[in-house]
């Protein structure tokens, strides 16, 4: 059977989401800091803290991760939920990539063909109410976003792009009867931002400018 992640009080995902983006980043993610600081009780904060593993907002010791803080950007913050959701429900994703514009009866079939349950087990509710709790978070308007979060996350802040291209054309050279390729390396200094559109632009300016196939 396939296990998805899920918790026995969904309505404490978007309340914990929430308070988190309005808290300090914690060194650790402690059973503590999500029960007093997020303020999800008892036993659910447990659950909570549990939760937040695996859908990769902290790693095995509780360490925040990068996609615990670009989550508390506003202008990355729905397009993190969206690739936490792709990453944790990703059976569902191999079972119909559009699982999230699909009807809630046709989300929760999906659910029961891959993790073996029944349809009225707590399991799929469960299951089903903690997936759809995170997607009223989720911006899935980017498909290329989890692409560029992984490279933007590769590069150390005021880094430099390394970019080299050969020349598709050839000098004319027929008389003397050889052919020349030219080629050329350009470098980019990347800013120091968490503002995922500012490297859209820079990329997209990079391919459309650059990286294309001259006519000719």
Excluded: C, W
Excluded at 58 to 79: E, K, L, Q
Excluded at 166 to 186: F, H, P, Q
């Amino acid at each position: 059977m396939t296990a998805l992640p899920y918790v026995t009080s969904p309505g404490n995902i978007e309340k914990a989401l929430s308070a988190i983006k309005s808290a300090a980043v914690p060194e650790r993610v402690t059973q503590d800091f999500v029960k007093t600081i997020l303020k999800i009780k008892g036993g659910s904060g447990a659950q909570m803290t549990s939760f937040l593993k695996k859908i990769g907002f902290s790693d095995s010791a509780g360490t925040p991760t990068d996609r615990y803080r670009r989550f508390r950007n506003p202008s990355t913050s729905g397009f993190t939920v969206a690739e936490a959701i792709r990453e944790a429900y990703a059976p569902l994703f191999e079972y119909n990539e559009y699982v999230f514009d699909l009807p809630d009866n046709e989300v929760v079939g999906i659910i029961v063909e891959v993790t073996g349950h029944p349809q009225d087990s707590n399991p799929v509710k469960l299951s089903f109410s903690s997936f759809k709790s995170l997607k009223n978070l989720a911006d899935f308007s980017r498909a290329d976003h989890v692409e560029l979060s992984d490279e933007h996350n590769s590069m150390p802040r005021n880094s430099t792009l390394e970019l080299a291209r050969s020349s598709e054309s050839s000098v004319d050279t027929s008389s003397a009867g050889i052919g020349l390729n030219l080629g050329y390396t350009i470098n980019i200094n990347l800013p120091a931002t968490d503002d995922v559109r500012v490297f859209d632009a820079i990329f997209t300016s990079i391919k459309k400018n650059l990286m294309s196939r001259e006519d000719g």
